[in-house]
T-cell receptor, first 112, second 112 residues
């Protein structure tokens, strides 16, 4: 079953604009991660945020976590055509060891 | 530094057949997890192997089985294939079941 739910399902922006993607989840988590998947390829880990953290940055990526609302957001600043991909949030539930539970993903298209 | 490698990249089988997929973890990793990703969906956790034992299992029938070898590589076996088993099968590795997990490019399995 899907734990996370990403929003929107699809996003189309112009190169140079910022892209914001949201993820909501249902149960208590140990950490939340964002992955990118280019068409037909494997997943690439982008960033991990632990349940006791509120914000993390990595290059052009900014992730926030609100455990009271059970939600997270991923911001990609100054987007590039190469950012075109599917983005997934994945949670590690409390007590679930390292099992990742994914949402259905967001398709991001960045127009040159 | 070799990443996660999976073989074969593509496979076509017919209903009722059996299939074996292979995964070599990233150098230095000892834990292997398998995920099934249907078209347009997020990956679903199948199971995880550590120290040659199945440590966690997702909601998949017994037709799905696995093995981990002393060199940490792993196999996923699926018996009595159904049309619904058509998917991208992803292998991910980590150190002692930690985070983040590193994914291979997957095996695309098509059932006719």
């Amino acid at each position: 079953s899907q734990q996370g739910e990403e929003d929107p399902q699809a996003l189309s922006i112009q190169e140079g604009e910022n892209a914001t993607m949201n993820c909501s989840y249902k149960t208590s988590i140990n950490n939340l991660q964002w992955y990118r998947q280019n068409s037909g390829r494997g997943l690439v880990h982008l960033i991990l945020i632990r349940s006791n953290e509120r914000e993390k940055h990595s290059g052009r990526l900014r992730v926030t976590l609100d455990t009271s609302k059970k939600s997270s957001s991923l911001l990609i600043t100054a987007s590039r055509a190469a950012d075109t991909a599917s983005y997934f949030c994945a949670t590690v539930l409390t007590g679930a060891n390292s099992k990742l539970t994914f949402g259905k993903g967001i398709t991001l298209s960045v127009r040159p | 530094d070799a990443g996660v490698t999976q073989s074969p990249t593509h496979l076509i089988k017919t209903r009722g057949q059996q299939v074996t997929l292979r995964c070599s973890p990233k150098s230095g990793h000892d834990t292997v997890s398998w995920y099934q990703q249907a078209l347009g969906q997020g990956p679903q956790f199948i199971f995880q192997y550590y120290e040659e034992e199945e440590r966690q299992r997702g909601n998949f029938p017994d037709r799905f089985s696995g093995h981990q070898f002393p060199n940490y590589s792993s196999e996923l076996n699926v018996n009595a294939l159904l049309l619904g088993d058509s998917a991208l099968y992803l292998c991910a590795s980590s150190l002692r079941g930690g985070q983040p997990q590193h994914f291979g490019d997957g095996t695309r399995l098509s059932i006719l």
